[in-house]
């Protein structure tokens, strides 16, 4: 049972250089998350998508861009990557469990370094 | 004012102590609370979701005050392989919204 699985696990960028993260999730949740960790400042959300061909920005977007492409994947891009971008990468998703609320399921993050 | 405010930490206690971690929450809507577990280099992972009448789990205890929009984690006999970094959540909804995370407590159990 993978959960939710993310691709690449390590990356190094250049200054300006695009890349895109892939996440996908084989328990049929209806969103999917797309947080940054940095020390200090916990996580924070950078998008999300609440269902299938909907997504919405969180409190991070600037510099980054998504697609969910269908139920399953939901992946970040950037497009010219920056030092400050550099950051370890989760993608979450949840499922309703009706009365006692979502839980969250991650992947195993993307550590990504902008040189 | 953050959401979610934590503890700062780190914590650094002995083994078989008790510790205690709070956190506060700003939004009065606020519907689902969980204490999430992330070790080192790790992603998060659920720990205990917390209802309203609180709730144990083995060694674990969580609380709920809503008039003081409040939240608790206490661990009791604390283990070695209870050393990580916990975090707490609300949700406002119990729908599909996005989660808000707490940028968490770190403890360090030590022999």
């Known amino acids: 049972n993978a959960g939710v699985t993310q691709t690449p696990k390590f990356q190094v960028l250049k200054t300006g250089q695009s890349m895109t993260l892939q996440c996908a999730q084989d328990m049929n949740h209806n969103s999917m998350y797309w947080y940054r960790q940095d020390p200090g400042m916990g996580l924070r959300l950078i998008y999300y998508s609440a269902s299938e061909g909907t997504t919405d920005k969180g409190e991070v977007p600037n510099g980054y861009n998504v697609s969910r492409l269908n139920k399953r994947e939901f992946s970040l891009r950037l497009e010219s990557a920056a030092p400050s971008q550099t950051s370890v990468y989760f993608c979450a998703s949840t499922q309703d469990r009706g009365l006692w609320g979502t839980e969250a399921f991650f992947g195993q993050g993307t550590r990504l370094t902008v040189v | 004012r953050k959401e979610v405010e934590q503890d700062p930490g780190p914590f650094n206690v002995p083994e078989g102590a008790t510790v205690a971690f709070n956190c506060t929450y700003s939004n009065s809507a606020s519907q689902s609370f969980f204490w999430y577990r992330q070790d080192c280099r790790k992603e998060p992972k659920l720990l205990m979701s917390v209802y309203s009448s609180g709730n144990e789990d083995g060694r674990f205890t969580a609380q709920l005050n809503r008039a003081s929009q409040y939240i608790s984690l206490l661990i009791r006999d604390s283990k070695l392989s209870d050393s990580a970094t916990y975090l707490c959540?609300?949700?406002?909804?119990?729908?599909?919204?996005?989660?808000?995370f707490g940028k968490g407590t770190r403890l360090s159990v030590i022999a």
């Open positions: 959540v609300v949700n406002i909804y119990s729908g599909n919204t996005p989660l808000v």
